[in-house]
């Protein structure tokens, strides 16, 4: 199966800081990847939609100046957390689908953030 | 609006076999996804139906009926390790996936 690698795997910083999260098709190209973010106990919340060569489309309710995402090829993806705040904290987890198999969606083993 | 709904949890027996309701309502329809999700890990994609019928694949099946709305998550010769979350999820006409909340599935020996 196609496989979606996330970068880094867990990460804790202070508040006021920027955490940069990375999500790369391995063996795929992928125009369209998605951003999402799971509170404990929650179903998975679409933050963004990450378009190659293109400005992100953010969810209604989500800040963009706060979750800069770029697309800059058609295998990387990245999410930065700008000024993070400890409500920031939560699982965060990115998705891709391969250009020919638009179908299926595989996801990165997902990143989670801690803000002290 | 858009909606899933699934059981919020089910407890099973080692060995047996459980089904995982899935009600829909969408703003068009291309497709509905299965995951499973261990704590603290990312969805793993366990299926995918658009076509009416039952698809299997090998302990797990996934039926669609698309003019009820409806789909289930059969999951048979339970083992402990199918102990996890199970994500339904329903692909609108913009091709983005509207997500369930997840149904806990617990294994008892």
């Known amino acids: 199966g196609a496989v979606v690698s996330q970068h880094p795997s867990r990460v804790i910083c202070k508040s006021g800081t920027s955490v940069k999260i990375e999500c790369r098709s391995l063996?795929?190209?992928?125009?369209?990847m998605f951003w999402y973010r799971q509170f404990p106990k929650q179903s998975l919340m679409l933050m963004a939609t990450?378009?190659?060569?293109?400005?992100?489309?953010?969810e209604q309710g989500v800040e963009k100046d706060k979750f800069l995402i770029n697309h800059a090829s058609l295998t990387l993806s990245t999410l930065t957390v700008t000024s993070a705040h400890p409500e920031d904290s939560s699982f965060y987890i990115c998705?891709?689908?391969?250009?020919?198999?638009?179908?299926?969606?595989?996801f990165g083993q997902g990143t989670r953030l801690t803000v002290v | 609006g858009q909606n899933i709904d699934q059981p919020t949890e089910m407890t099973a027996t080692e060995g047996a076999i459980v089904q995982i309701n899935c009600t829909y309502q969408?703003?068009?329809?291309?497709?509905l996804f299965w995951y499973q999700q261990h704590a603290g890990e990312a969805p793993t994609f366990l299926s995918y139906?658009?076509l009416d019928g039952l698809e299997e694949k090998g302990r797990f099946s996934s039926f669609l009926s698309r003019s009820k709305g409806y789909s289930y998550l059969l999951l048979k010769e339970l083992q402990m390790k199918d102990s996890a979350s199970y994500l339904c999820?329903?692909?609108?006409?913009?091709?983005?996936?509207?997500w369930g909340a997840g149904t806990k599935l617990i294994i008892k020996p």
């Open positions: 998705s891709a689908s391969p250009l020919d198999r638009n179908t299926e969606a595989f």
């Open positions: 063996d795929f190209q992928a125009t369209t």
């Open positions: 990450s378009n190659e060569g293109s400005k992100a489309t953010y």
């Open positions: 969408t703003s068009g329809f291309n497709g």
């Open positions: 139906n658009v």
């Open positions: 999820a329903a692909m609108d006409s913009n091709y983005q996936l509207i």
